[in-house]
């Protein structure tokens, strides 16, 4: 099948009869006829559903769908990105071990790295993604225990070279784990230029609506957990609170990874996604191969647009060929990057602010990535605390106009634009 075709088919195939959507199991529970036949769910002898704090049917074919379309061996949702970027690297390290990152990551996976695990005992390094090979090299520690990326970093813009860091991990024994959220597997499958697991925040482009938070884990499948048996204990060893089973013997390198984070950390941790949530999922995703080329044919429009005006000082957008990263860009995503454009207002952060001030078809949010197209300064929001210097030092200008691109008319998005800009001084 092709990815539009399992957009709309993968992970549910009714049966004589059944439901054409995916049902929505709204149970917390479920009803077996004897102990025995639920023993052996909770031995991992028979697949099958207990409590829906570790599994549900629902979320398993929302899983299974993405799972087909990044082309993973398994896969499982989470209630939020943020719980799917944690459960991916906490499944595979703990409390004396370390992981190299791109230093260009979400601001939200920046700071549960940098500050939250760094409380549980996990150590980071975190790298320039165009660092040299002699910088990545010397990044990497006896107990580094993955590499991590980010498909096309959000806000910065900057696209992931995820051949060259899946080489660097493997050299090293260390699995890749990208962030696909911008990209979506419909412009970038990271499995294919070999990345091993992949994470999503569903609550963007996926869900596409502005209406459910969420995330997925999907496994690669291609990493071989027992050709590296001292690294990946939890692995290769036996579980002792899962009546001594180890994953990596008993579920092979395709299952391994998601079927310990199911039955360890969403067990322990409880971050499922709820069954209604999952179904709304499901519907964005349907749609997410005929979205997905709408939203950065209106991006590259308009960054053309901006690229073009005179009240613009700079253009951040990987489809524009005057981008850093339009080579780059074309190799991993040669059908389009993502609806994100970054753009700076002349007249500093007054000038954008004066922008900002006249949008009427722009809404002004925190969030990106869905079918409304959105807008933010962080200069006078998120970041509103910082003063220009302090602004600068952490990468974000004080004239920056972060601009979310929907799937509307894009004339009128260009013409909200233009009548904006022309308000500045
Ligand atoms: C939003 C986002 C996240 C976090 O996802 P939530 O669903 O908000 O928890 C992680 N990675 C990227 C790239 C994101 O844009």
């Not at 970093?153 to 995820?162: G, S």
């Not at 999503?200 to 969420?214: A, L, N, R």
Request: glycine share 8%.
């Amino acid at each position: 099948m092709e990815l539009e075709t399992k957009a709309i088919q993968a992970g549910y195939e009714p049966k004589n009869g059944d439901p054409r959507m995916i049902p929505i199991i709204q149970s917390t529970t479920f009803k077996y006829d004897t102990s025995e036949d639920m023993g052996k769910l909770f031995d991992l002898e028979a697949s099958g559903y207990f409590y829906t704090r570790l599994q549900n049917p629902t979320n398993d074919m929302v899983a299974a769908k993405i799972c087909a379309m990044e082309g993973g061996t398994a896969a499982m949702l989470t209630s939020s990105g943020q719980a799917a970027t944690f459960f991916s690297v906490f499944n595979i390290a703990g409390q004396g071990d370390h992981i190299v990152s791109s230093s260009t990551i979400y601001g939200g996976s920046f700071n549960l790295f940098n500050v939250t695990m760094r409380r549980m005992g996990i150590d980071f390094t975190f790298v320039d993604p165009d660092c040299s090979d002699e910088e990545l090299e010397a990044a990497f520690k006896p107990n580094t225990k993955a590499v991590f990326g980010e498909t096309i970093a959000n806000p910065a813009l900057i696209v992931f070279d995820i051949e060259r860091f899946a080489k660097a991990a493997h050299a090293h024994g260390v699995p890749l784990i990208v962030d696909n959220t911008f990209a979506t597997p419909v412009n970038c499958r990271p499995i294919e230029w070999g990345a091993d697991i992949v994470t999503h925040s569903t609550t963007k482009y996926m869900d596409g609506h502005d209406s459910t938070v969420g995330g997925c884990i999907v496994d690669g499948g291609k990493f071989d957990w027992m050709a590296h048996k001292d690294k990946f204990p939890g692995l290769t060893t036996p579980d002792e609170s899962y009546h001594g089973i180890t994953y990596a013997e008993k579920f092979g390198m395709g299952g391994a990874f998601i079927t310990k984070c199911t039955a360890q950390l969403m067990r322990d941790l409880g971050s499922i996604q709820a069954p209604m949530n999952a179904f709304l999922l499901n519907l964005g995703l349907e749609s997410l191969p005929v979205r997905m080329p709408r939203h950065c044919e209106n991006a590259q429009k308009v960054a053309e647009f901006l690229e073009a005006n005179d009240k613009v000082s700079w253009v951040n957008y990987p489809g524009l060929p005057s981008n850093k990263y339009y080579e780059l860009a074309k190799k991993y995503m040669p059908n389009g990057t993502c609806g994100v454009i970054s753009f700076g207002v002349k007249g500093g952060r007054k000038g954008a602010e004066t922008f900002m001030k006249h949008l009427k078809v722009a809404m002004i949010a925190t969030h990106v990535a869905d079918a409304h197209t959105c807008v933010l300064h962080p200069a006078s929001s998120t970041h509103r605390q910082m003063n220009d210097e302090e602004l600068i030092a952490a990468g974000v200008a004080p004239d920056l106009i972060r601009l979310s691109v929907g799937i509307e008319n894009v004339n009128d998005i260009i013409a909200d634009v233009k009548q904006a800009l022309d308000q500045v001084e």
